[in-house]
Structures are given as structure tokens and as C-alpha cells.
Antibody
Framework: EVLLVQSGAEVKKPGESLKISCKGS????????IGWVRQMPGKGLEWMGI????????RYSPSFQGQVTISADKSISTAYLQWSSLRASDTAMYYC????????????WGQGTLVTVSS | EIVLTQSPGTLSLSPGERATLSCRAS???????LAWYQQKPGQAPRLLIY???SRATGIPDRFSGSGSGTDFSLTISRLEPEDFAVYYC?????????FGQGTKVEIK
């Protein structure tokens, strides 16, 4: 069974850094792309970017380029989403999900990580 | 960037009725690289349809997708109580991938 388990909810202050994780199991982690999706409170889904854990090939949506860093460690089957300096506007639910290839739908989803940024 | 526009914003229907949701793209989505997702409150989205018309694993056959080019639709033939949710379309033809703004299917 394919499972993606994300790290727990975070409460941070503006300007702080953060790294959240997404651990895959039940499949060959290195061979499926992982995508990240943001959902701000009460809003729709936004595509952030994707990474191929096999070689760390990463593609960002222009809206998120330079705002976040996506990475992966295939040795521990884990993908990451990180911020160097959080803003209140980063408050959102963040989901990871798998793609079987570069041009594919998001087929398995993590449970989401709620990030709250408040002073 | 391909902009996806979903309509209507909200659909008010009764259980047993038929629901038809629309997703229109600002430019053609080649090879039908279009997916539909369902999201219930407090839950992660779930893939329903990929390739515009193929049901994902475990999805009941009351869900069907159709369309090509710039016009796509999701049909729920007979609404079950568990189908009341928000539905999103997404294109994965070009970068950046984009989502529609969602259609809420609510109980009338």
C-alpha cells in the first residue's frame, strides 16, 4: 500500500525558518515524482512544484520559485519543503502527493501539514 | 500558464440527482492531461479521474469524466450522501501545473 506520511502541524513566528517532511512507503520512492500543493485557509489548491527523488530534478511554479526549497533524500524515502524566512501569508495547509511520471496526476496524497505563522 | 475556470461555483442538488461540473481551459490541454479531484472538509484531496476520462483505482462508476481541448466535464450520475464535497480540475499538460478554483457540490 502506497502511503505518504507528513510531519505534524507547526506554529512559527514571521522570519523563522521551517522544514516540513513527507515520508513515502509501499513503493520505490526514488522512481515516483513528489509534488507539493498549498491550500490557504478556505481557499483552493495551488501547485508549488515537484521533485524526482532519484536525481533530485526539481521544478517550481513561478509563483513559488525563490520562496521555498523542495528537496528529497531517497535514502530515507523522504521529501521536504522548506522556508528560510516565513511570512504570515505562508499560513496554509501543505500537501505532498506522488506522480507516477513527470506528466501525471497526483495519485496518492499525504494527510497534509498545517503551518501557522503568527507573531 | 493555463488558467482553468470551473463552473458553477456552487451546485445545490439532492441525493440521487445528476451533477455535471465544467472545467474550461484558457488554451488547449493536449492528450487530455486533465484530472479531477474530490476534497471533503478536513481531508486531503483524492484523485477521481485522470486522462480526462479514466477513473482512478477504487472510484465508483457513477463518476465519469469527458472532454478534450479546452472543455472538460465531470459527471456524477446519481449523487450519494458521501459525494457532497468540493471538486477541482487540474491540468498536467504544461508547466506550471494549474488547478481550477473548485466547484462545491452541496445538499439542496
Amino acid at each position: 500500500e502506497v502511503l505518504l506520511v507528513q510531519s505534524g502541524a507547526e506554529v512559527k513566528k514571521p522570519g523563522e525558518s521551517l522544514k516540513i517532511s513527507c515520508k513515502g512507503s509501499g513503493y520505490n520512492f526514488a522512481t515516483y515524482w513528489i509534488g507539493w500543493v498549498r491550500q490557504m485557509p478556505g481557499k483552493g489548491l495551488e501547485w508549488m512544484g515537484i521533485i524526482y527523488p532519484g536525481d533530485s530534478d526539481t521544478r517550481y511554479s513561478p509563483s513559488f520559485q525563490g520562496q521555498v526549497t523542495i528537496s528529497a533524500d531517497k535514502s530515507i524515502s523522504t521529501a521536504y519543503l522548506q522556508w528560510s524566512s516565513l511570512r504570515a501569508s505562508d499560513t496554509a495547509m501543505y500537501y505532498c502527493a506522488t506522480l507516477i511520471n513527470f506528466r501525471a496526476a497526483l495519485n496518492y496524497w499525504g494527510q497534509g501539514t498545517l503551518v501557522t505563522v503568527s507573531s | 500558464e493555463i488558467v482553468l475556470t470551473q463552473s458553477p461555483g456552487t451546485l445545490s442538488l439532492s441525493p440521487g440527482e445528476r451533477a455535471t461540473l465544467s472545467c474550461r481551459a484558457s488554451q488547449s490541454v493536449s492528450s487530455s492531461y486533465l484530472a479531477w479531484y474530490q476534497q471533503k472538509p478536513g481531508q486531503a484531496p483524492r484523485l477521481l479521474i485522470y486522462g480526462a476520462s479514466s477513473r482512478a483505482t477504487g472510484i465508483p462508476d457513477r463518476f465519469s469524466g469527458s472532454g478534450s481541448g479546452t472543455d472538460f466535464s465531470l459527471t456524477i450520475s446519481r449523487l450519494e450522501p458521501e459525494d457532497f464535497a468540493v471538486y477541482y480540475c487540474q491540468q498536467y499538460d504544461s508547466s506550471p501545473r494549474t488547478f481550477g478554483q473548485g466547484t462545491k457540490v452541496e445538499i439542496k
